[in-house]
């Protein structure tokens, strides 16, 4: 089944407060093409955030709410 999969925030790090997100991703990403988006506090999110949800889904994109004023 393919998935599209809007969150509030970047579920990781794991000590982030959205381990249950992270671990429902990891867990349908095992059996479906899943494309992840998120919204992010943070104006640049480092690869290796990017990499660790990579193996559980098809495609990834953030949208940053931070504002470039």
Do not use: D
């Not at 809007?6 to 990781?12: A, D, L, S, V």
């Amino acid at each position: 089944m393919k998935i599209l999969w809007i969150y509030p925030e970047f579920p990781y790090p794991l000590t982030s407060g959205f381990l249950r997100g992270f671990h429902l991703l990891r867990l349908m990403g095992q059996v479906h093409a899943i494309t992840f988006l998120s919204l992010s506090n943070e104006e640049k999110i480092s690869p290796e955030k990017i990499q660790a949800l990579e193996p559980y889904t098809e495609r990834i994109e953030i949208f940053s709410r931070c504002s470039s004023a």
